[in-house]
């Protein structure tokens, strides 16, 4: 299958600072791609979708000011998280569809996001 | 409330038994379902999705699903555990036609037994 690629895939920061998380679709373009937030024991929360070349879909409740998404091209999206607390603190996932609005979803590794 | 909804938060089973993990989804429209499984710090694989047509769909690593609308369930199955199957289980659906909508359950946790 597909393969998407997230980077970092461990980070540590300090409260404050701001983290880019990369999604990469290797061998494939995606016009859509998805992020969403894991908590422990918890499942995936969709947090925006991300649009190549234009704004990002926000889910109710996720600020977009302190999840700044950008897609940028067909195989690249990125997620910073600005002035990182705690809080913030999760399991990142991104996804990106393959071919049309029945293609398949394809999830990237992970990136855990630590802050301290 | 649409919900996508895994009554089994954690389901132990036998290596070598049947296993059955339940997915009941409340929306307007029948959905795309899939269900997917996650090993521990790792991302995501998907194990089989329903469009259309046939309602029971066969997946990778001998699991199938069936599709009954009924019921507004998509309940995942394997004939026989292996070991390696333990991890966690997320069934998700999807609204391809609708900014491509996508939401997961919360999830079933699956320990086999040697």
């Known amino acids: 299958g597909a393969v998407v690629s997230q980077h970092p895939s461990r980070v540590i920061c300090k409260s404050g600072t701001s983290v880019k998380i990369e999604c990469r679709s290797l061998d494939f373009q995606a016009t859509t791609m998805f992020w969403y937030r894991q908590f422990p024991k918890k499942s995936l929360m969709l947090m925006a979708t991300?649009?190549?070349?234009?704004?990002?879909?926000?889910e109710q409740g996720v600020e977009k000011d302190k999840f700044l998404i950008n897609h940028a091209s067909l195989t690249l999206s990125t997620l910073t998280v600005t002035s990182a607390h705690p809080e913030d603190s999760s399991f990142y996932i991104c996804?990106?569809?393959?071919?049309?609005?029945?293609?398949?979803?394809?999830f990237g590794e992970g990136s855990r996001l630590t802050v301290l | 409330a649409q919900s996508v909804t895994q009554p089994d938060i954690h389901i132990t089973v036998s290596e070598g038994a049947s296993l059955e993990l339940r997915c009941n989804y409340s929306y307007g429209a029948t959905p795309y379902l899939f269900w997917y499984v996650q090993s521990p710090g790792q991302g995501l694989q998907l194990l089989l999705k329903?469009?259309?047509?046939?309602?029971l769909v066969q997946g990778i690593k001998g699991f199938e699903a069936e599709f009954k609308r009924s019921q507004s369930s998509f309940n995942l199955r394997k004939p026989s555990v292996h070991w390696s199957d333990a991890a966690e289980y997320f069934c998700?659906?999807?609204?391809?036609?609708?900014?491509?909508?996508?939401?997961f359950g919360t999830g079933t946790s699956l320990t086999v037994i040697p």
């Open positions: 998700a659906v999807g609204f391809m036609n609708t900014g491509n909508q996508f939401y």
């Open positions: 991300s649009n190549e070349g234009s704004k990002a879909t926000y």
């Open positions: 996804s990106a569809q393959s071919g049309g609005n029945t293609g398949e979803l394809f």
């Open positions: 329903y469009f259309s047509g046939d309602t």
